[in-house]
């Protein structure tokens, strides 16, 4: 089993950022590729970001593409969501996932393992 603790969340003035992590413990001893989605109220759970094991290669949604950047620190067990020029759009609650393989992957039912969340708010 391995467990997934979001943190950095919070409320922030659009056009600004925050800097989200996620933080492994448990088995991890495996390659697993991690994943960043998101759920505003009302609406499903969707894809923001992926990074493989060796973290060469990313996946970025094209609504975020450009102010988003997902990146790791494998000695850390540390997945990190750096968002930038943040919009009210952006406003959901925000999931760490992890994927046993060492591939990134954009879709949901892909990730074994899920935080618990953490809420990101923009204000216009």
């Known amino acids: 089993q391995v467990q997934l603790v979001e943190s950095g969340g919070g409320l922030v003035q659009a056009g600004g950022s925050l800097r989200l992590s996620c933080a492994a413990s448990g088995r991890t001893l495996s390659p697993y590729a991690m994943g960043w989605f998101r759920q505003a109220p009302g609406k499903e759970r969707e894809f923001v970001a992926a990074?493989?094991?060796?973290?060469?290669?990313?996946h970025i949604s094209d609504s975020v593409k450009g102010r988003f950047t997902i990146s790791r620190d494998n000695a850390k067990k540390t997945v990190y969501l750096q968002m930038n020029s943040l919009k009210p759009e952006d406003t959901a609650v925000y999931y760490c996932a992890a994927r046993r393989s060492t591939y990134a992957s954009v879709a949901r039912e892909e990730y074994d393992y899920w935080g618990q969340g953490t809420q990101v708010t923009v204000s216009s």
């Open positions: 990074i493989s094991w060796s973290g060469g290669t990313t």
